[in-house]
Each structure stands twice: as C-alpha cells, then as structure tokens.
C-alpha cells in the first residue's frame, strides 16, 4: 500500500517535469502540444475517492499551469476532465472486473478499453482547455477541430509511454 | 436542516467539482490577460445591455411627462414666432439666448507656408492675435483636421499640423465611441495611425474616424479620416490603425480657426486637480 502511494507521488512529479520541461516546448505544426501529464488521472487506482481524485487533479492541473503561465487554465480542464472519469469507466465496460489492486493500464485491461477509456477523457480534457485557451465560443468549430487534432497526438504519447514504461505481466 | 445537510452531504462531490472549477476559473480570468480583457468586455457588454434595458422602461413609464414638456416647449416656440408678434413699430427684436449658449466661434484665415515632407511639420496663417487667434486653437478645413496653433505674432500664427510626431490628438470611433489617439509616425502625407482602440473592439475598413471633443481645443465630431487599414501583433492588445486623412496636406489653402469661447473655464475647473 505505501509503494503504491510513493510510485503515484512519483509520477505525479515526473509528469510535471516531463509536461514542463520537455513537451510543452514541441508546439508542432505551432499549436499542437501532447499534453501528457493527464495520464495520471487515467492511471490512478479504481478505488481512489471522487473527491480525492478531483483534489489530486486541481493541484496536478495547477502545477502545470504554474510553469506554463496560464494560471487556471490547465486546472479547469484537469478537474473537469477527473470529474468525469467514474461515469466514462462505467460507460465502457471491460472483460475484466474493476476491482482493487487492478490498474486502469494497458497491461491489465488490454489495448482496446484503454484506447476508449483515454481518447474520451482526454478530448474532454483538452476540450476545455482549447476552450479556455480561446475563451470564445464564436470560432467554437476550429477550436474544436484543434482539440480533436491535439487529442489524437496525445493519445498517441500516452499509448507509446504505456508500452514504454510497463512491462508485460 | 436535516434535510439539507443531507442534500449537500449527497452532493458533496459535484459541489466540490463547481467550487473546483470555479476556482480555476476565477484564476484564468484574474491571471490572465487576454482572457481577463475578453470576459471584461463581455460582462461589461451585458451590464450595459441590462443598464439601457432598465432605461428604456423607465422612459416609457415617464413618456407622458416628456409629452408634457414638449408641448409646452412647442407653445413657447409658437409664441416666438413673427407670426405672434404684432408689429407696433421699427425696432428690432434683439433676444439673449439662453437655451444654446456658443462654444465655438469660426475664424478664417489663409495657409501661407506649408510643409509635408519633415518629420515635424509646420504651417503658417496670414492672421494673428489682431485678429483675435490664440494659442491652443484648432484648425480645420471643409473636410477634416488640420493642426493646432502654437504660436502667434501680431499679424501671423504658426500651427503645429497634424503631420508632426509631436501631435497627438484625442479620436473616436464615430460607429462605436471607442476613444483613440491620433498621431503620425512619419511616411506618407496622406495617412496617420490610430493607437489605444483595444482589439476585443470591431474594427472594418471605411470606418469614420472623428474628433472626441475631449481636449478642449477641438469641437467634438470634427472628421479626421476614414479607416484604410488596421492589423493586429500577436501578443498586442491594441489595433494597428491607417486612418487616410480627410485633408489633402498638400493642397490646403483656406481653413478655419476655431475659438473655444468656453475653454479657459473648463481649463480652470480642471487646474485644482491637477
């Protein structure tokens, strides 16, 4: 139990740099951005508490926006995007139960639940924060077509880094 | 009480998830610039929306009133009329207005030396304090802005023209109101540039560009120019404006003087505070 909480108090860390340092300086085709820090929310645990999870979210989001002086920005987007975590796992169910001690990664629900699970919470994610960004609604489809856009490169980070950094059980 | 207690006790998650958000939000609009800027122009859209909406109601409740005033108005023009008087013998009916009372009092006068080509223009009249022009008086032509007078002699005055670097004079957008500065930068006679119109402001090609009134040398609505072309920097809050002038600088030959009868008290009011 407190390996889990040191290995997420790592990666909570480690996707900050990472987020900070390196991936927020791409801006390929100047505004696509992976925005990979949110795989933390895909990855905690089935039993974290909702309002853990929202909490957890708000600093991670306020971390990031902290460095990328867009102070709010990214905040909102990860909040929004944690709230709605437990309704889209329920929404896609999986051959395997969601029980304690199973991690919502590749290695145990297979390719095909995660690539749902993260390409849905990740347009809402970014969503938000395109919105936010623009913080109009009158070009709302170009912002939309934006957010698709960066949400499939981001899907595509977070997927790759998942057969990176896990090996197979 | 238990009942809501209960209530917030069920909704404690989505409570939090709106405290969260509006946070965040509170965040993006206080730390942000462009984003503070655009929800500034939109809440301060709707106040005005709600503030003219509560004004027109509040003037239809009083039109009989307005009714009133205008038909009494209306009699006492009647009564002004030749038609009321009954003429008893040859004087003239000589009447002080107190209804309009005159700011601003024309002069003509003739441009004897001109230039176009410095980066700080000057100009030169064929009328001086004789005749009854001042320091800080505005100059205009039949179709726009044409300097302010700097100095004067007994018998010429030398105006600063609006094609000088130093010239700065208050603008406004006569589609919208939206305030301004006019200056030149230099480069061709015929154009001048419009700073401080914020970009969340709509802007298009052909707009008038006229005086604010709000230096006290020039009369309100006095026409500058037209919008020729306008841009914005990335990362800039305000437009880049190309306002074609009004007045053909390279063929000015008579203008206007214009004397604001009403400036030293208004220069007055203004000096405690200074």
């Known amino acids: ?144 077509g934006h957010s698709i856009l960066n949400t499939l490169f981001t899907v595509l980070f977070i997927i790759l880094s998942q057969y990176i950094f896990y090996r197979k059980k | 009480m238990r009942n809501l207690i209960n209530f917030f006790w069920r909704h404690s998650i989505f409570i939090l998830f709106i405290a969260l958000e509006f946070f965040s939000l509170l965040l993006v609009v206080n730390n942000n610039s462009y984003q503070k800027s655009v929800a500034f122009a939109w809440v301060s859209e709707k106040t005005g929306q709600i503030q003219s909406g509560y004004n027109d109601f509040w003037e239809y409740l009083s039109l009989k009133q307005a009714n009133k005033k205008l038909a009494a108005e209306n009699a006492r023009y009647r009564s002004m009329l030749p038609s009321a008087f009954l003429i008893t013998d040859t004087l003239v009916h000589y009447k002080k207005d107190t209804i309009y009372r005159q700011q601003y009092q024309m002069l003509t006068a003739e441009v004897i030396s001109n230039s176009t080509n410095n980066p700080t223009n000057f100009m030169q009249l064929n009328e001086g304090k004789l005749q009854g022009i001042n320091k800080d008086m505005a100059v205009i032509n039949s179709s726009g802005v044409v300097g302010i007078v700097v100095n004067v002699s007994q018998n010429f005055s030398w105006v600063m023209s609006l094609l000088n670097k130093e010239t700065r004079i208050s603008a406004r957008m006569k589609k919208n109101g939206q305030i301004g500065t006019i200056a030149w930068d230099g480069g061709s ?65 008579h203008v206007y003087i214009i004397r604001n009868l009403l400036r030293d008290e208004q220069k007055k009011l203004e000096e405690p505070v200074k």
Request: charged share 15%.
């Open chain 1, 1 to 144: 139990m407190n390996n889990q909480y040191i290995r997420i108090s790592l990666r909570f860390v480690i996707l900050i740099l990472i987020q900070v340092l390196l991936l927020n300086n791409i801006h390929f085709l100047g505004y696509i951005n992976p925005y990979i820090y949110i795989i933390f929310i895909l990855l905690l645990p089935f039993e974290t508490k909702r309002g853990t999870l929202l909490v957890l979210a708000f600093a991670l989001g306020l971390s990031v926006d902290f460095f990328s002086n867009s102070l709010g920005i990214h905040a909102a987007a990860t909040v929004f995007a944690a709230y709605f975590r437990p309704g889209v796992m329920s929404l896609i169910t999986s051959r395997k139960e969601y029980e304690p001690g199973v991690e919502p990664s590749i290695t145990d629900l297979g390719f095909q639940w995660f690539f749902m699970y993260s390409i849905i919470i990740v347009s809402l994610h970014h969503l938000v924060l395109f919105l936010l960004e623009v913080f109009r609604f009158s070009n709302f489809f170009s912002t939309l």
């Open chain 2, 189 to 253: 006679y015929r154009y001048a540039s419009l700073k401080d119109i914020p970009t969340h402001v709509k802007v298009s090609k052909g707009d008038t560009i006229i005086t604010s009134g709000y230096s006290h040398i020039f009369p309100q609505g006095e026409i500058i120019g037209i919008v020729s072309d306008f841009s914005i920097k990335p990362g800039e809050h305000f437009y880049d404006i190309n306002v074609k002038l009004g007045v053909d600088f390279n063929n000015l030959s």
